[in-house]
T-cell receptor
């Protein structure tokens, strides 16, 4: 079953603009990660934020986590055409991997040149 | 490029048949996880193998089975294929079980069941 829901399901913006996508989840988590997937191919890890962290940055990416609201957001600044992809949040509850990662349904981001 | 490879890239099977998908982990990685991704959905965890033993399993029936070999490559086997098994199957390797969160995904195998 899917743990989270990304919002919006699809987002189309102009190159250079910022893109924000949100993720909500249902149960307590240990960590939350964001992944990118191009054209139905393999997933690429973007960033991991631990449950005791509130914000994390990596290059043009900014992730926030609000465990009281069970939600996270991913901000991509100064978007580029190459950022066109699907973005997924994934959570884990610890347990050494026995339950794997639980992914949301994803946000499909389109950057218009 | 993550160094994780999967074969075949695409596969078409008929309902009721059996299929074997293969995954070669990144060098030195002894933990592998398999995921099923239906069209328009996020990946769902099938199972994880560590040093040739199943370490955990998601909500998939027993007709989904796996193997991990001494060189840490692995297989996903699906028996009695159903139409709903049509999906992208992804494997991900990790350096070791304690670092399983650092998953490196392969490009996937697209399975179509007719």
């Amino acid at each position: 079953s899917q743990q989270g829901e990304e919002d919006p399901q699809a987002l189309s913006i102009q190159e250079g603009e910022n893109a924000t996508m949100n993720c909500s989840y249902k149960t307590s988590i240990n960590n939350l990660q964001w992944y990118r997937q191009n054209s139905g191919r393999g997933l690429v890890h973007l960033i991991l934020i631990r449950s005791n962290e509130r914000e994390k940055h990596s290059g043009r990416l900014r992730v926030t986590l609000d465990t009281s609201k069970k939600s996270s957001s991913l901000l991509i600044t100064a978007s580029r055409a190459a950022d066109t992809a699907s973005y997924f949040c994934a959570t884990d509850a610890g347990g050494g991997g026995a339950d794997g990662l639980t992914f949301g349904k994803g946000t499909h981001l389109i950057i218009q040149p | 490029e993550t160094g994780v490879t999967q074969s075949p890239t695409h596969l078409i099977k008929t309902r009721g048949q059996q299929v074997t998908l293969r995954c070669s982990s990144q060098s030195g990685h002894n933990t592998v996880s398999w995921y099923q991704q239906a069209l328009g959905q996020g990946p769902q965890f099938i199972f994880q193998y560590y040093r040739e033993e199943e370490n955990g399993r998601g909500n998939f029936p027993p007709r989904f089975s796996g193997l991990q070999f001494p060189n840490y490559s692995s297989e996903l086997n699906v028996n009695a294929l159903e139409l709903d098994d049509s999906a992208l199957y992804l494997c991900a390797s990790s350096l070791e079980r304690e670092r399983w969160l650092e998953q490196f995904f392969g490009p996937g195998t697209r399975l179509t069941v007719l």
